[in-house]
């Protein structure tokens, strides 16, 4: 960047603000630029061909000319390996301790000079120069990792390395955190660096907002999750297989890691996709399960810009027999954007608004950005100033990467410091501003103390924005300066490795905060930011999602996409983030929210009204149905809530889930199961009023018109602006909510010799109690639906009221 550049952004900028933010990027590429410098003369190197091996409990280490490898099969049969002494610990992904190694496995010499570790679940080869082969009990290669090769700079520093890897030809590749692209990732770069796009995106946007180096790869070998436990910035190119490419011979897809610097370090499940994304939340802890109020309708938007506002529009609801659970005020309430105040004019009683909408069912939810304005006299920033303790700085890149000494920053406070001890300034909504460094225990006791403020101004939960984090730059990376200095947990280091942790570090600030602040109460915490593990502390949601049928499309992969990730609560902004939506888009954008997590309408200040009322009487009464739908459907959301919990199951899963050989489901983008139960094709593209669906195995059912439809296959389906398609497996049992708001059991007729059943969990409540999993079966007996509930003691009738529905006709058959 030179002088004209300089001038030529602030033009661009305009204001004084953007004056601040050009001189901020400034100085944060002036900061950079002495840190860090450049990287100079570097030396490459491969392990070299194998020495020697030695067993360990679940594996062993074994060594090459140039490196050393360190294998483990675990209980459970997660794979870990790690080169140069990478150990699993420390990790920011991980929930805990790693499971313990699996006594049975052993190292053994494998062929041609190689070792491998065998075990019950699967089998790991290590070639005698260094590649990988993950294998399945039966010998088939799920995943070939070949050599890996770093760059390490003569002059000292982290070494940049990057891994390459064969799949299956046959494979398909999801995942990466969350992809507007997705769900299923075609050839292309993938940027691991959490990224504030700077305005609406699409699905030709990349980075995003969460980005994880999880893998999930679906091939007719089997499912494996690859997950390369390293924060910092790289780029994944993936390239899909083709089978008889060549002469006849398969091309193998191709899967390319480039990191920046870090350990190299890769954890394996593999299994089915049930078992693979158990194995996985394991591994990065269980998904804390949302108040099942958060599971109903809520609404969003920035600019309610008063109290009466608010009323107003939570009035419209009910008088429109609308049902709505929450309310979620942006920043507008802030008193000068400021965090952790409130504008006493536009909003003079927030704790008497927060009473009454809850007296009426709506609670409301706060926004929570990082970005504190560095003012003497802002309480916020004085307390943070005052915070003591080590406040970390260690060599440039040494965070907690093993083997790097710990360290801590020269002075004390709670901020983000620069390598001379400097706080470092960044220009957000409140203007120039500091960063909290969560990546410190103490800082992040010191924030979650803040929370307290909120809870006090009646708010049920909140949501983190902003927390990549950005500071706003007309040039260049919006975020701070990679040479910035973190504690990482006292191991010390930069930007350029806590940068991808610091939202998933902020949701463990607030997640616990408010934890200890009401011990008795699960926290309702989503964030815009994270990385691996996140789901520990709450959910996700789309960030600044454009207005269009292509940001409709995004909604739907970017759900799916973290969904097998391991974050099963998410969901977009509903009628998309910066613009104004058509009714014929709005409508359909809020019957595919009905069916996702996260159920939340929300804009910016200059993008119109979210209202359902705001588009015509035909949109508000099909967004009534909508409404209805979900409601009817919340027992649902309930279970399938303490079911990702307990399993790590999505609610919101892709086609192939149950069918991960069937290749037709594997390609199928446009339509999900929400749980094993429903089938939900939304409709993502103007003027339609009919679409294909595809229909897995077995026999389904149109929720509307009972019809019934015989799977594999493809069916063309009415999708009429009432409704969109909803189909229910036979044999289902689905827990829904009856008349008078009591629990009830829909019961979709099984086929004739083909038992089906469901799982149902009760309302926990909002505190920590453990429901009951109750487990019920349907069967066809001399023409009669039998449902029954199988307890320990056996078989027994249902204490809920029971309700059949498609017992009538013969299916259709779908066509292939």
């Not at 008088?319 to 409130?342: G, K, M, W």
């Not at 005052?386 to 040494?398: K, Q, T």
Request: with cysteine.
């Amino acid at each position: 960047m030179d002088g004209r550049e300089l001038v030529r952004s602030i033009k661009v900028a305009g204001s004084a603000q953007g004056f601040r933010a050009a001189r901020s990027a400034w100085r944060r590429w002036r900061t950079d630029a002495r840190e860090l410098g450049p990287r100079g003369a570097e030396r490459a190197r491969v392990p070299g061909p194998v020495s020697d091996a030695e067993p360990l409990p679940g594996g062993g280490t074994v060594r090459f000319a140039r490196a050393e490898l360190h294998v483990c099969v675990t209980v459970g049969g997660a794979v870990f390996w790690g080169w140069d002494g990478a150990e699993p610990l420390p990790s920011y992904a991980l929930a805990g301790p790693p499971p313990e190694p699996d006594p049975r496995a052993g190292l053994e010499p494998d062929t041609d000079g190689g070792w491998r570790v065998v075990s019950e679940r699967v089998t790991v080869a290590v070639s005698r120069h260094g590649g990988v082969e993950v294998r399945t009990p039966g010998g088939v290669v799920l995943r070939r990792e070949l050599p890996p090769r770093w760059w390490e700079p003569v002059a000292g520093g982290p070494a940049r390395w990057v891994q390459r890897t064969e799949v299956p030809a046959d494979a398909r590749f999801f995942g990466l955190g969350g992809r507007a692209s997705g769900p299923r990732l075609r050839d292309g770069v993938y940027r691991l660096w959490n990224t504030d796009p700077g305005g609406g995106f699409g699905p030709g946007d990349d980075p995003l907002y969460v980005t994880m180096p999880v893998q999930l790869v679906v091939a007719d070998a089997g499912t494996h999750l690859a997950f390369h436990d390293n924060s910092w910035d790289g780029r994944v190119i993936l390239r899909e297989g083709e089978e008889g490419a060549g002469s006849g011979h398969d091309r193998p897809g191709t899967s390319e890691l480039r990191m920046d610097g870090g350990p190299l370090r890769c954890w394996v499940v593999i299994g089915t996709p049930a078992r693979v994304l158990h194995g996985w939340t394991a591994l990065t802890g269980a998904p804390t399960p949302p108040p099942s109020w958060a599971l109903g309708p809520q609404h969003a938007r920035w600019g309610f810009g008063s109290e009466r506002e608010v009323r107003r529009i939570v009035a419209g609801y009910r008088e429109r027999r609308l049902p709505l659970s929450a309310v979620h005020l942006d920043i507008d309430h802030y008193d000068a954007h400021q965090v952790f105040t409130v504008d006493r004019e536009r909003f003079p009683d927030l704790p008497g608004l927060a009473e009454d909408l809850r007296a009426d069912g709506v609670r409301l939810v706060s926004i929570v950005d990082p970005a504190v304005k560095a003012e003497r006299g802002n309480a916020v920033y004085e307390s943070g100033a005052a915070v003591g303790g080590p406040a970390g700085s260690g060599p440039a890149g040494s965070g907690p990467a093993v083997g790097s000494p710990a360290s801590s920053r020269s002075g004390a406070g709670a901020f983000v410091r620069d390598a001379r001890g400097r706080e470092v300034r960044g220009v957000v909504w409140p203007g120039e501003c500091v960063f909290p460094d969560f990546t410190d225990p103490a800082v992040r006791a010191w924030w979650g103390g803040l929370y307290e403020e909120r809870l006090a101004q009646g708010f049920a939960g909140v949501w983190h924005d902003m927390n990549e984090p950005v500071s706003f730059a007309p040039f260049g990376d919006t975020t701070l300066p990679r040479s910035a200095r973190h504690h990482l947990e006292g191991a010390g280091g930069d930007h350029r490795e806590a940068h991808n942790v610091y939202g998933l570090a902020m949701a463990r600030a607030g997640f616990e905060g408010l934890r200890k602040l009401r011990p008795d109460e699960r926290p309702f915490l989503f964030s815009r930011s994270g990385w691996a593990g996140m789901q520990r502390y709450g959910g996700t949601w789309s960030g600044d999602v454009s207005t269009g049928w292509p940001g409709l499309r995004a909604s739907l992969s970017l759900v799916l996409g973290l969904g097998l990730c391991g974050v099963p609560y998410s969901g977009p902004d509903v009628g998309g983030f910066d613009g104004s939506p058509s009714p014929e888009l709005y409508l359909r954008w809020f019957q595919l929210g009905a069916y996702l997590p996260l159920f939340r309408t929300h804009a910016a200040i200059d993008a119109g009204r979210r209202e359902p009322w705001e588009f015509g009487v035909e949109v508000l009464e099909h967004a009534r149905t909508a409404l209805d739908a979900r409601e009817r459907l919340r027992p649902y959301f309930v279970t399938l809530a303490q079911l990702a919990r307990l399993t790590g199951a999505p609610y919101a899963r892709p086609l192939w889930w149950g069918a991960p050989e069937d290749r037709d489901l594997r390609d199928c983008e446009d339509t999900f199961l929400l749980g094993d139960a429903l089938l939900v094709a939304p409709v993502l593209e103007p003027g339609a009023d009919r679409r294909a669906v595809r229909l897995p195995r077995g026999r389904w059912y149109d929720t509307v018109t009972e019809r019934a439809y015989e799977g594999p296959g493809q069916v063309l389906l009415d999708a009429p602006s009432a409704r969109i398609p909803v189909l229910a497996r036979a044999g289902a049992v689905i827990p829904v909510r009856g008349e008078g708001g009591r629990l009830e059991l829909e019961v979709w007729a099984p086929a004739a010799g083909v038992p089906g059943g469901g799982l149902v969990v009760g309302d926990p409540g909002d505190g920590w109690e453990q429901a009951e999993v109750e487990r019920y079966t349907s069967r066809l007996v001399e023409g009669e639906v039998l449902v029954e509930r199988i307890t320990d003691q056996g078989a027994a009738r249902p204490e809920w009221t029971v309700r059949v529905r498609g017992a009538g006709g013969e299916p259709e058959g779908a066509s292939r």
